[in-house]
């Protein structure tokens, strides 16, 4: 018998074959289980990216990533080449970045100091990725594992093209481990070593439309887990679920930047970020409050719940 020798497929082949057959399949509850270990494989896939990624993140070839952490917080200015990050860097900081009319401009990772109100706010101009950064295109690695740690992200987008550029972003910073405005998932975790008698305990403290006792288990027997405690505390996903599992999510809060602003109107910008012109007076006023409130109902006695 003759056996034919096919070339081994590489993770980032792997990852979007995974991708594209999440993308052709159908969501439903008869699909649900396929899709969770689809999606679990996949996360574990990019796990092995971003391994390799923190190897790098300090060293690799060239230099420029060893910034040292500086100041009472971290803020990185992740963008395409050409977004105005260094311009930026230049206006709000003493620090000199080279900036030009062509593309990556920036090859290292320039640090700068904001002073605000008594504190240092450490700003870091990164090199400009490319589309497939998260692939290892461009020493995109290196750029997003030292995004990792900071305390804050800046996207800086060229507003002409911020429609294209934006989603192209978030999905490099996902696909890397970083979870942009979003809160840590309400899951508890507690993986135990495997014993003679191994058993996977689930909790729900309240309903669930995404998660099930079954689904749970499915996936962390993908990761060969066979003992543990599972508590929902509130109705996650199976992507917040698998994130949990991996253990390694950056969850971040990121403001978005949009550069050449003279090219574009204003209306253009508020369509792209689906806000109202009273958003838009709100920040230019810049006194507004945001608190949170609670709404108390009293002299309950006379109305139904229902109508509550």
């Not at 890397?176 to 495997?194: A, E, F, Q």
């Not at 008698?197 to 079954?214: A, D, G, P, Q, R």
Request: proline fraction near 3%; charged fraction near 25%; charge should be neutral.
């Amino acid at each position: 018998f003759f056996r034919l020798l096919l070339p081994k497929m590489g993770i980032i082949e792997k990852i979007k074959e995974i991708e594209e057959e999440i993308g052709r399949t159908q969501k439903n509850k008869a699909t649900e289980f396929h899709l969770g270990n689809l999606k679990a494989k996949l996360a574990r896939y990019r796990s092995q990216l971003l391994t390799e990624a923190d190897k790098v993140a300090g060293g690799g070839k060239g230099t420029g990533f060893e910034a040292a952490k500086s100041g009472d917080a971290r803020v990185s200015m992740v963008g395409f080449p050409s977004a105005g990050k260094s311009t930026l860097l230049n206006k709000v900081t003493n620090t000199k970045s080279e900036t030009a009319a062509y593309e990556f401009t920036t090859l290292t990772c320039i640090p700068g100091t904001i002073s605000y109100r008594g504190t240092e706010i450490q700003l870091l101009d990164l090199p400009g990725i490319i589309e497939g950064a998260c692939e290892g295109k461009g020493r995109g690695r290196q750029v997003i594992a030292t995004a990792r740690t900071s305390d804050l992200i800046l996207l800086v987008m060229d507003a002409c093209k911020a429609e294209v550029q934006r989603p192209l972003l978030e999905y490099e910073l996902e696909t890397m481990g970083i979870r942009l405005n979003k809160p840590k998932p309400n899951l508890y975790l507690k993986k135990k070593p495997s014993q003679s008698m191994n058993v996977i305990s689930y909790t729900s403290t309240c309903k669930t439309t995404h998660l099930s006792e079954k689904l749970c288990r499915e996936i962390l027997h993908g990761y060969k887990i066979h003992n543990a405690e599972i508590l929902v505390r509130e109705d996650s996903t199976v992507d917040d679920f698998i994130d949990v599992v991996e253990g390694n999510r950056q969850y971040l809060p990121a403001l978005y930047v949009y550069n050449k602003v003279d090219t574009v109107t204003i209306e253009e910008i508020l369509v792209r970020e689906d806000s109202t012109v009273d958003d838009f007076i709100d920040v230019v006023e810049g006194n507004r409050q945001y608190l949170p409130a609670l709404y108390v109902y009293n002299k309950v006695d006379t109305v139904t719940i229902e109508e509550i």
